[in-house]
């Protein structure tokens, strides 16, 4: 099953770019695809994809502030204008990001023609939820192949939805104690899951719909009892994959570049800070650990690397860390990168806080 998202203007592009990143780990027959997901980083990076990149990390303006009521109708021409200008099948499905409100006020809806369109509303859920607004979308959007499954027509569903909150899937959700029950809770009840056993979906499916679910119900947890405990999640670093690993909090990961990774390895194995005009100092290190990871073994290439690494006027260090931050905050928030991050005041040491002890090395 093909999920084609499409944003609408007025939608923050980081919003859709998290959702997308956390809800594609999961890996089953249903295919997410967001035609404008930006390339995963790497060493060669071009100067477009760059400059576009880092318009991702600092926030796309806002097009359309002013948010408008619109009817559904509106809201599904727009969704087949997508799939026929991307020259889509019927058995795609398309899903409209959109912060605009609409006439019945549902959080998402599915075409009640029967086509397989559907609109997630991506604003105002701070109202709803304590956390993080990917999370309930993540949500959302992870549900669209369980209607799917369960049911033939947007009539039917609507139908069969409860009423009254039961913490499943199908819970109608009108008040914010019900929007975070059926998120805590992430699952399905008796009735639903005897109503899914009788239509037989794909047990794959099935499975990457719920691996979803476990996934934000153990991230939600972790972030909520944070608050309580300050507990921090070990760290796993993959090295082969140049990948950093939350496990504790539903195994998010995120990829860091060679020269983002050099740097942030090179600050692991400082637990005492690193003056920033002091770097240089550190170049055999920082060159160590490139060499070990850079794809290429060409020494006059990874020269050019580290000495533009080093360089004070270009700034690049001063680049590599905010580049590790955004990446950071996009994956794991604002407030539980804190320990993880390389944070310092301007002039002075910089430094990673995570005890060391949470650091996990995976080398093969
Ligand atoms: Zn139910």
């Known amino acids: 099953m093909k999920i084609f998202l499409f944003r609408s203007d007025e939608v923050s592009i980081k919003l859709v770019q998290s959702v997308f990143n956390r809800i594609g780990k999961h890996p089953g027959p249903i295919e997410f695809i967001w035609l404008e997901a930006p390339a995963d980083e790497d060493e060669n990076l071009s100067e477009h994809t760059r400059e576009k990149n880092d318009y991702l990390v600092h926030g796309a303006p806002d097009y359309n502030s002013v948010k408008e009521i619109l009817t559904w109708e509106v809201l599904f021409e727009r969704c087949g204008k997508y799939r026929h200008e991307h020259g889509l099948t019927k058995e795609d499905v398309v899903v409209l990001f959109t912060d605009h409100e609409n006439t019945r006020r549902f959080f998402s809806a599915w075409d009640p023609t029967g086509d397989l369109n559907f609109f997630i509303r991506t604003s105002d859920w701070e109202i709803y939820i304590e956390s993080d607004p990917s999370y309930p979308i993540i949500y959302e959007l992870a549900s669209i192949p369980?209607?799917?499954?369960?049911?033939?027509?947007?009539?039917?569903?609507?139908?069969?939805?409860?009423?009254?909150?039961?913490?499943?899937?199908?819970?109608?959700?009108?008040?914010?104690?019900?929007?975070?029950?059926?998120?805590?809770?992430?699952?399905?009840?008796?009735?639903?899951?005897?109503?899914?056993?009788?239509?037989?979906?794909?047990?794959?499916?099935?499975?990457?719909?719920?691996?979803?679910?476990?996934?934000?119900?153990?991230?939600?947890?972790?972030?909520?009892?944070?608050?309580?405990?300050?507990?921090?999640?070990?760290?796993?670093?993959?090295?082969?994959?140049?990948?950093?690993?939350?496990?504790?909090?539903?195994?998010?990961?995120?990829?860091?570049?060679?020269?983002?990774?050099?740097?942030?390895?090179?600050?692991?194995?400082?637990?005492?800070?690193?003056?920033?005009?002091?770097?240089?100092?550190?170049?055999?290190?920082?060159?160590?650990?490139?060499?070990?990871?850079?794809?290429?073994?060409?020494?006059?290439?990874?020269?050019?690397?580290?000495?533009?690494?080093?360089?004070?006027?270009?700034?690049?260090?001063?680049?590599?860390v905010s580049q590790i931050r955004a990446k950071m905050k996009l994956t794991i928030g604002a407030e539980l990168s804190e320990n993880y991050t390389i944070l310092g005041e301007r002039g002075d040491k910089f430094s990673i806080k995570i005890n060391r002890d949470l650091v996990k090395y995976i080398n093969d």
């Open 146 to 320: 369980l209607a799917i499954a369960a049911f033939d027509s947007m009539e039917e569903a609507e139908k069969w939805g409860h009423q009254e909150p039961r913490g499943c899937v199908f819970d109608y959700c009108r008040k914010k104690a019900e929007v975070q029950l059926r998120l805590r809770t992430a699952d399905i009840c008796p009735d639903c899951r005897d109503l899914l056993i009788r239509r037989k979906p794909e047990p794959a499916l099935a499975r990457q719909i719920f691996s979803t679910f476990d996934s934000i119900r153990s991230q939600m947890l972790f972030r909520t009892r944070f608050q309580l405990t300050k507990a921090e999640s070990v760290l796993e670093i993959d090295i082969p994959k140049r990948k950093l690993r939350f496990p504790e909090m539903g195994n998010l990961e995120l990829s860091l570049d060679p020269r983002q990774l050099t740097v942030y390895l090179l600050f692991l194995n400082h637990p005492e800070g690193i003056l920033f005009k002091n770097i240089y100092k550190n170049k055999e290190e920082i060159r160590t650990i490139y060499k070990h990871l850079s794809v290429t073994i060409d020494l006059a290439k990874i020269d050019n690397v580290i000495e533009a690494i080093l360089n004070p006027v270009k700034n690049a260090m001063n680049e590599l």
